[in-house]
């Protein structure tokens, strides 16, 4: 079984090109928060949820308990139903393996890394 003290911490990932930021913090008692922060040349966006993690062989498992996503539109669409809002999900899983996590550099672009 994989040690999961050697993946408890803090890592982000950011994504220039798509201008998306990413936070994921491993706590110790198995307890995570995520938070997300993107735009595009048509919306903003933020999420942040809370939920549990686990290591399950060669993957860790992400549970999110809940996931919230604020989206705020720069401008008006005419797509009925397409408007600035909140929305929340419950049990959302995120997928990221443990090597990813494990082998995370400080530095670089698209994957994640420790901060």
């Known amino acids: 079984m994989a040690d999961r003290s050697a993946i408890v911490g803090n890592y982000e990932q950011v994504q220039p090109g798509k201008k998306i930021h990413m936070t994921l ?17 048509m919306e903003k966006w933020s999420s942040k949820g809370d939920g549990h993690w686990r290591v399950e062989g060669s993957r860790v498992d992400i549970i999110f308990d809940t996931l919230s996503k604020e989206m705020k539109f720069k401008i008006k669409t005419n797509v009925p ?35």
């Open 25 to 41: 913090n491993l706590k110790p008692d198995g307890t995570v928060l995520y938070t997300e922060t993107g735009e595009t040349a």
């Open 81 to 115: 139903g397409i408007e600035d809002g909140v929305s929340t999900q419950h049990n959302i899983s995120l997928p990221v393996t443990y090597k990813e996590l494990a082998e995370a550099p400080r530095h670089g672009a698209n994957k994640w890394r420790r901060v």
